[in-house]
Structure formats: C-alpha cells, structure tokens
C-alpha cells in the first residue's frame, strides 16, 4: 500500500545492501508504528525459514529487539513470533531466560503447548479456525456445533491444563471462523479477533457466558504429561492434522516472506 512504502524506503536506506538487515528493519518499522498505536505487545515474527534452526532462531530475534531498542521501543513491548517447532520452542526458551518475551505460533496440538509451558514461554497462539478446516475436510461436512468445533475443543483443553498445572503462559486463541467460536471460548486469555468479527459481536445483544474458568480448569479431568524431545515429536507425529497444519502454516508463512522480500530486492 503506498501508505507504508516509506517504511520499506527506510528500511532499505537504512540496511545500505543488506537485504537481511533490511527485511529485519522493514518488520521492526511497521512495529515500531503499531505500537504507537496499540497498548500493549506487538508481535513481530522471525523469518519462517528459520524455522527448524534453533540457532539462526535466536540470533534473527536478537537483531530484531536491537532494532526496536535503537527505534526507542523497549524489548518489553514486543513479543518474538516464532512457529512452534521443537526447534523454535528451544530457542524461544534461550530468549525468555534474556527477557526477551515469545509468541509461539501455529499451535495445533497438546503436546506443542506442554513444551511450550515447560519452557517458560510467554504467550502461545493456538489456531482454532485452521483446526476447524482441517476436521470440516476431512469428515466432509459443512461445520460442527459449536461446542463440538475441534478448534474449540483444543484450546479448551490447552486452556484447562495450564490452569490446571499453575502454568503462567498467556493462551491467545487466533484464526476465528465465526462468532460462535469466539463466545465457546470467553473467559479465554486472550483472544485474537478479526475486525468484521469484532463489529459482528458489537452488534450482537445476546448475552456473554463465560465458558473458560481458571477455578473449574483445576477439577479437570487431566493427566500431567512429561515431555522431552522424542515424545514431543511423536505426539506430533501421531496427529495428522497438527502435522499437516504446522508444516502448511510455515510453507504458508516463509512464501510471504519471499513476496516481500521480491518488493525490497526491487527497491535495493
């Protein structure tokens, strides 16, 4: 949009060549803007083809927080977006011991958000909608009531075994369908809400029951789960759908930063 193209010509002045640097740049300005517009985190998401190198992980994520620290926007505001990969949760793990807060993405499973509490991260984003899409094919019908939505179901569950266990992590529920999923999951953390949604519920004069509850989540029905590598990866490997799902999403995520990398290249 021509409204943001300065932010691209100054990250392109500013990385003199660089095209790393200036891709690191161009999400640290758009950043850096939102959080003058927003209380609160910014999330800002580390190259998805890094996805399954712990290392490169953590290196990208500490440039970034450079970045926003010679913007005058403090490592406090910002979250570091990375798919939640057994690589990318044990980077996430290095950073939070830094002070440097992580948003663990494209959640589809129990067993990437055990690894994830278990390691102190700040704040998971499980993916209701996708989970709904994913089931909705694969059973050939056209939806599910909204207390049976799969989607619903998962952060329930991910809800009430952190509360449950006295983890700390911050549960954001994101990729909504529809209103119903949103109001099966008040009470939740956080919720990520779509704008057209947000105006749908706005609008609506039907009352708001509170279906999550930290104080029921420790009656659960639920058994701890010890997690290391091989179980983790195995866990995974035994949901198809959370397979498919995370590996799609990190496709999904590196092409569009190969589309923005192609409108830099243009302008370096």
């Not at 003058?36 to 190198?53: C, H, N, Q, W």
């Not at 970045?67 to 990318?88: C, F, N, P, Q």
């Not at 899409?133 to 619903?152: L, M, Q, R």
Request: aromatic letters at 8%.
């Amino acid at each position: 949009m021509p409204e943001y193209e300065k932010l691209i010509d100054d990250a392109v002045a500013y990385a003199k060549g660089d095209l790393a640097l200036a891709m690191d740049k161009v999400a640290v300005n758009f950043g850096t803007e939102i959080s003058k517009i927003v209380p609160g985190y910014v999330s800002t998401e580390v190259d998805a083809r890094l996805s399954f190198d712990t290392e490169a992980t953590i290196s990208k994520a500490r440039k970034i927080i450079e970045l926003y620290k010679e913007a005058g926007v403090d490592k406090s505001r910002i979250l570091i977006k990375i798919a939640a990969t057994w690589e990318g949760i044990q980077a996430a793990q290095v950073l939070e011991k830094e002070g440097i807060t992580c948003n663990l993405t494209l959640i589809f499973s129990l067993a990437q958000a055990v690894a994830c509490a278990e390691g102190g991260i700040t704040l998971v984003s499980p993916f209701v909608g996708r989970i709904m899409d994913w089931h909705k094919k694969e059973s050939g019908v056209d939806g599910f009531k909204p207390e049976e939505d799969p989607g619903v179901i998962s952060v329930t569950q991910i809800y009430n075994y952190y509360k449950k266990f006295g983890y700390n992590t911050i549960v954001m529920g994101a990729s909504f369908r529809n209103a119903d999923e949103i109001l099966m999951l008040a009470g939740c953390d956080r919720l990520t809400i779509s704008p057209a949604l947000l105006d749908e519920l706005v609008a609506s004069t039907e009352p708001v029951t509170k279906r999550l509850d930290a104080a029921e989540a420790a009656s659960a029905d639920m058994q701890k789960i010890d997690i290391d590598e091989k179980s983790f990866r195995w866990m995974l490997n035994e949901d198809p759908m959370a397979t498919e799902k995370l590996a799609e999403g990190i496709r999904n995520f590196a092409a569009d930063i190969v589309h923005l990398e192609n409108i830099v290249k243009k302008k370096m």
